[in-house]
């Protein structure tokens, strides 16, 4: 996750800085079938949604990057045991695309363009190093889907779900998200009484603008109370899996097959400790009342 995340960052400071440097350009530079036109994109890609209210674009796809970034470290997570390298390399560089683009988005109100290729349909358009991001992620993504289809699905772990103990892992997601639910509601009761406050109240604000905002929050909180329970069943299974094993163990010991069986935890798991007292108790026996 490590390496993924600095090679995130990396790709977004490149598109960043080549987005400075050709946004800057006082002349178009003509190299061939390559132009550098700096040009403003009220969308996203080529121009996408640039029909929608600028208060709705700048929002959506500012909050855009943090379902992006939420989900990209979920996937990362849950694929960090898995041999698919060019999968996770594919999902980070589609995810910097996005980011590169919501930056300019968030900050500016519009996506800096300043490449053009002269061929057919693309001579109309301009694009950055994050549009390019988007479309080599997209078709990586779609090859390494096919490539490595049995590594992505086939779980090599006697583990076949990750509700593994459902009354323990859903009671800890439903309370995460009630944690989760009451910061969102204070944060939420705090922007819109600022915002109540900082307009003028004899201002004629269009009923739209309000309209947006909790269809926006509605969406936001619902979004992430959905990750952030999967996340939780994700990290519950880590803890619950090995308490599961352990009892098993036990069981297997009293039925008197302490040479048959042996306590071998997953990488990830929580609780590694009971590997070893598993093997402290190779030999003891125990009695009927037990």
Known sequence: MLHATIVLVALILFDLITKKWGFGLQEPIHLGLINFTPAKNFGLVFGTFSEFKNLVRVVFFSTLGGYAMA???????????????????????????????VVDKTLLGFVRDFLNIGIGPLKSYACNFADIYLFIGTLMTIVCIYVFGDELWNERSNRKSFLINKRYQITMGLWNVSALLLVCVTLSLYSYSFLKSYIDPHLQVEQQVYQYFFLGLILIVSIYSIIFFLFTIILTHRSAGPLIAFKRYIYDLKSGKADEVKLKLREDDFHKELETLANTMKGFRFTEEE
């Open 71 to 101: 989900l990209f470290f979920v996937i990362l997570y849950f694929l960090k045991n898995k041999p698919v390298p060019w999968f996770k390399l594919s999902l980070t560089i589609f995810v910097s695309g996005i980011m590169g683009n």
